[in-house]
C-alpha cells in the first residue's frame, strides 16, 4: 500500500466524521434558520448519497444536486443528430457508455438505434476512439463528445495532435462556471451557498467563479470527494454563513488551485471558442459551450455535417420532472415516474441514465422515501 | 463530470504512462502531456488523461489541519460528556 493511498483511507476516518458532523450541528443550530447548499457535480451527489451524508446532518442544513451530469444536460437535438448520421450516413459513432443510454427528442438512444443496424463503439477516453478509428480507414468515424470542462482538454489535445482522417467531433461539451452563474442569479432557487466541483474545478481554476461571486456573493466553496471532503466543506460552508463573511474558499488543496490545470484549459480554449450552449432543462447559457474554432472546421462534426448548435429543447418526457431535478428545484423522490416507470433498467428521463445522474444515485442506493433523505 | 481516481506513475513513454491505481488496476496509456509529471508522482486521471499532479504534503498537511481542528476538540468535548455521565 502506498502512501498516498493511506493518507487518502484516513480521509474516510469515521471517528473524525463524527467530529466534523458534530461542529456542523453547532453550527447549524447557531444560524437556526433553514439553509440549502448546492453541489453541481454528480461525483460529489454519489459521495454524500453513498456514505449517508445527509443521515447526519442537522435538521435545518439541506444539500441539493445542481446541474452537475453532462449526460443529463445533453441536449435532445445533438442525440437525434447522432442516430442520423449513424443510420442514414451509416456513420460509426464513437463515445462514452452513459451518452449511449440517455435518450433524443424521439425518445430513441444510440444503443436503442444501434439494434436498427446503427454502428456504436463505446470508449473509455477519446484515445481509444482515436486507435478505432486509425484502425479502421475505410469507415467514417464521428465521436460524439460529451463532458465539462475536465473531459474537454483530452479532446482539444488529439485534434492538435492531428486525428485520423476518418474521424470528426460532434462537440457537445459545456464549460460549467456560467452554469454556475445561471443559478447564483436564480432567487426562486434560494441556494444559501455552493460546494463546487471539485475536478472540473481542478482544470479551470477558481478564478472563473469571481465574477459570479462577485455579481451575487454566496458561499462558494471547492470540495474533493471524499467523505470528510464533503462533510468538512459543508461546515466551511457554514461557518462563512454563520458570520456573514463571503468568499471563495479551497477546500481541495491538494488538487484545486486559483488558476487551475492552465496547459489543459489553454489547449481546450486553443481548438475550441466558448459560445451560448444549451443545456437540457435549462436553456440557454451565454458562454458554456466549446465550439469548435473555424481553424478546426475539417475535424468540426458541426460544420462537416450541418448540424446546428441547438437552441431549443423539446423537454422532458411526459411526467419526467428531470428539468427540476437538474437545477436542484426537486429530488428524484418528488418525481412520480421515479422508480415506477423509470429505474436504471428502464430510464425515461436523462438523471436516469448517467451513473452521474441524481436519480440514478438514489434509485442505486435504493432510496425511494423523502423520509429517507433527511435524519 | 468529475470522475477522477487518483493512481500513481509507475512507468513513462512519450506522452503517456502507466498509471497503478491500486487493488491490481493499471492503466497503460493514460495521456500526461498536459501535466508535468515524473514517475512516483499521483496522478487524478479522468477519461484516460492526467488532469493533475496530486499535492502528496497538502494531503496530509489538510488531514493534520482538520485533526486539530475537529479531533482534539471533539476528544475535550468526549471527555465533557463522560464526565457529565458519571455525575
Known sequence: MSELKKVLERYRDPRLARRIAEKIRELASKIGEKILIMHVCGTHEWTITHYGIRHVLPENVEVRAGPGCPVCVLPAADIDSMIRLGLEERISILTFGDVSRARGGRGLSLEDARGLGLDLRIVYSFQDAVEIASREPERRFVFFGVGFDTTCPSVAHAVLRGLPSNMVVLSSHRYVPPAVGWVMCREDLEVDGFIAPGHSGTVTGMRPYREYF?????????????PLDVLVSIYMVLRQLSTARYSIENEYTRSVTWEGNARAMAT??????????????IGLIEGSAFDFREK????DARAVYGIEQPRSDPGMPGGCRCAEVIIGKATPTECPLYMRVCTPRTPVGPCMVSVEGTCKIWADHRILRREVERA | MCLGYPGKIVEIRGEFAKVDFGGGVV????LISLVDAKVGDYVIVHAG???????????????????ELF????LRY???????REV
Open chain 2, 71 to 74: 479531533e482534539l476538540e471533539g
Open chain 2, 27 to 30: 492503466k497503460d496509456n493514460v
Open chain 2, 78 to 84: 468526549e471527555r465533557a460528556q463522560e464526565g457529565a
Open chain 1, 296 to 299: 478546426y472546421s475539417r475535424v
Open chain 1, 214 to 226: 462577485e455579481r451575487n456573493p454566496r458561499p462558494i466553496v471547492f470540495s474533493g470527494f471524499e
Open chain 2, 49 to 67: 488523461y492526467a488532469i493533475q499532479v496530486l499535492d502528496e504534503e497538502e494531503a496530509e498537511r489538510t488531514l493534520e489541519l482538520w485533526r
Open chain 1, 268 to 281: 481546450a480554449l486553443e481548438v475550441f471558442e466558448l459560445k451560448e450552449g444549451l443545456w437540457r432543462g
